[in-house]
């Protein structure tokens, strides 16, 4: 069956480490998406990708950045942890009709 | 401003009754509008998409209505389990590869 994978689940890192999340999704969707999920203001965009070669900036986008080198694949690096930065993100792809398949989430702390 | 705004934050019912959650949006323009579930630890998950022309879908016990008109759309729930116990988050779509946009959701919790 098709899914959307992310790794790891959980991290705990230092303030100023670079850090890397996985989201792997094997729907051949083109849209791929980052949120990231707290208390009091739910889910907000990091960043989007509409395709191979093409991202785009989200609400919350600073500190963050993402490549889409193929369809399966789209990485979320923070450059530079900050504290700020320990919350709960997910991953999503979107089929054709808008409709968002959610991985199951990887939470990060920054100590 | 595209907002979606959500009502009540937070809820909490007996087990057998029914509940309706509220959604009130500003988003223009209107493609289309998702109700997700968000279990404890885990992803949201699609439960009713609806169009500009849609009144009513259900999904089981979910029952998702839309008033174009008046930009809001509510959520009622039948007899609920305390598998129901979940964030519910109203979602609504501008279409044309735009990104969605998101309530904060309304966290309900049925107990026995």
């Known amino acids: 069956d098709a899914e959307i994978t992310q790794s790891p689940r959980h991290k705990i890192t230092e303030t100023g480490r670079q850090v890397t999340l996985a989201c792997h999704q094997t729907w051949n969707h083109n849209n791929m998406f980052w949120y990231r999920q707290d208390l009091g203001h739910g889910l907000r965009l990091i960043h989007y990708s509409y395709g191979v070669q093409d991202t785009n900036k989200g609400e919350v986008s600073d500190g963050y950045s993402v490549s889409r080198s193929n369809t399966e694949d789209l990485p979320l690096t923070l450059e530079s942890a900050a504290s700020s930065q320990t919350s709960v993100y997910f991953c999503a792809s979107s089929d054709p009709r808008d409709t968002q398949y959610f991985g199951p989430g990887t939470r990060l702390t920054v100590l | 401003k595209n907002q979606v705004e959500q009502s009540p934050q937070s809820l909490i019912i007996l087990e057998g009754k029914n509940c309706t959650l509220q959604?009130?949006?500003?988003?223009?323009?209107?493609?289309?509008l998702r109700w997700y579930k968000q279990d404890t630890g885990r992803g949201p998950v699609s439960l009713t998409i609806m169009t500009f022309s849609e009144n009513t879908k259900s999904n089981g016990r979910y029952t998702a209505t839309l008033d174009a008109d008046t930009k809001q759309s509510s959520l009622h729930i039948t007899a609920s389990q305390l598998s129901d116990s979940a964030s519910y988050i109203c979602v609504v779509t501008k279409g044309g590869n735009t990104p969605l946009v998101f309530g904060k959701g309304t966290r309900l919790s049925v107990i026995a």
């Open positions: 959604c009130n949006y500003t988003v223009s323009p209107f493609s289309n």
